[in-house]
Each structure stands twice: as C-alpha cells, then as structure tokens.
C-alpha cells in the first residue's frame, strides 16, 4: 500500500542518548517534513526537505537533525535526547508540483525520561 | 512570520448539532489551505481551498475561503459522535509551496 512508513511507533529513550526515527515514502513527492505535536502547541515543525539532498530548518530544530540522501527516505535524528523531547513526531510529504495535500505517516511516540 | 490561528480551541456539541470552525490567517505569498482531520493517530485530508467564495463539499462537511478577509471556515451539520477530532487548519506560502503552517488546532466533541 502507498504512503509513508514511519518506525518506531513508540520508544522509551533514556535522557543522553541517540535516536533516530525513520521514516521512507514511495510516492516519490518531493518535499517531506518532520512534525512534532504536543498539547496546546499542535504540529510543528521541525526539519524539512524540498528535494534530495537539501535540508531546512523549521520552527523548532535545536536538537534535531535531518538528511536527504535520497527520494524516498527522511531520518530524524536526536543526538542527545532530553525530556522536553518527549513527544508524537509525524513524517509528511508532498508533491509540491501538484500543490496537493500533505500525506501523514502514522506517527512516533517518543518519551524521554 | 506566518501565522494560523483557529477559534475555538475546543467545542462541545450535542449529536445533530451544526458546529462551524474558524480558520484566520497571515502569511506572505498564500497558495493554498487546507483542513485536516485528527482522530487517534495521523492526520487525515479533508479539504483544500485556493479560490475564495468556492464551496467545498463532502457530505455533512463543507469549506469556503476568504482570501480578501484572510480566513476560512469548516461546517458540520448534523454532527455525530464519529465527528469528535482535532480539526487542523493548514496554510501553504512561498514561491515554492514548500512551507505549510498549522494552526494549534479546533478539538470538538461530540455527545449523544
């Protein structure tokens, strides 16, 4: 089925230590997204991608970091976790092309004690 | 900075009641909204909105953009419990449609 995959679907994570979440598309949109959601803040964002091989910065990057090394796939990376960190990281893309919709994987739920 | 704000944050209703959700925002270059729907897990399509004054529809849920007063708004008619979500608002801008904002989101219940 298409659409995007993201991995884990939920972690336990000691405060210090390195994470990365997963996430692969097989739509081959170009652009894709990292999100965090938290209550009262909603979705924001973290890293984003336009195209292979490039990288931006969103809203809330520090602590994270991103690559693009290829279409389909969009790693987050946390290098060392802490507790505000704790938190639902959605993946997304699009085919900006198209102005169209923003595809959602599942989500990760990620705590950090 | 852009920005997506939508009132109100969170709503009661009971089954059959008509609700309406509100979406303002400010952005530099707009392209595109759209509205999502937040159940459990990811978000889910609903609407995207580029022309203003031209309604969207499905079924009890409609959508209309005001591009002259920078906002747009969701109907539900006859709500029922299946309609209790976190309604989310999102607003495309830039010269390349990369950047999408979201407002912090609508949470509505539904109650028999």
């Known amino acids: 089925i298409a659409g995007i995959t993201q991995a884990p679907t939920s972690q336990i994570l000691a405060a210090g230590r390195r994470m990365t979440l997963r996430c692969t598309q097989d739509m081959r949109h170009n652009a894709m997204y990292w999100y965090r959601q938290d209550l009262g803040l909603g979705l924001r964002l973290i890293h984003y991608s336009n195209t292979a091989g490039t990288t931006g910065k969103g809203e809330v990057p520090d602590g994270y970091s991103v690559s693009r090394a290829n279409t389909d796939d969009f790693p987050l990376t946390l290098a060392s976790a802490v507790p505000s960190q704790t938190s639902v990281y959605f993946c997304?893309?699009?085919?900006?092309?198209?102005?169209?919709?923003?595809?959602f994987g599942e989500g990760s739920r990620l705590t950090v004690l | 900075e852009d920005k997506v704000v939508q009132s109100p944050l969170s709503l009661v209703v009971h089954e059959g009641d008509t609700v309406t959700l509100n979406c303002s925002y400010e952005?530099?270059?707009?392209?595109?909204l759209l509205w999502y729907k937040q159940e459990k897990k990811a978000p889910t399509f609903l609407f995207m909105l580029t022309s203003s004054g031209i309604e969207k529809k499905s079924g009890r849920l409609s959508s209309i953009l005001d591009k002259k007063e920078l906002f747009s708004i969701l109907n539900i008619t006859a709500t029922q419990t299946g309609d209790s979500a976190i309604y989310l608002c999102?607003?495309?801008?830039?010269?390349?449609?990369?950047?999408?904002?979201f407002g912090k989101g609508t949470k509505l219940s539904v109650i028999p």
């Open positions: 952005v530099t270059n707009f392209r595109s």
């Open positions: 999102a607003v495309t801008s830039g010269a390349g449609s990369y950047q999408l904002t």
């Open positions: 997304a893309s699009r085919d900006t092309s198209k102005t169209g919709e923003l595809f």
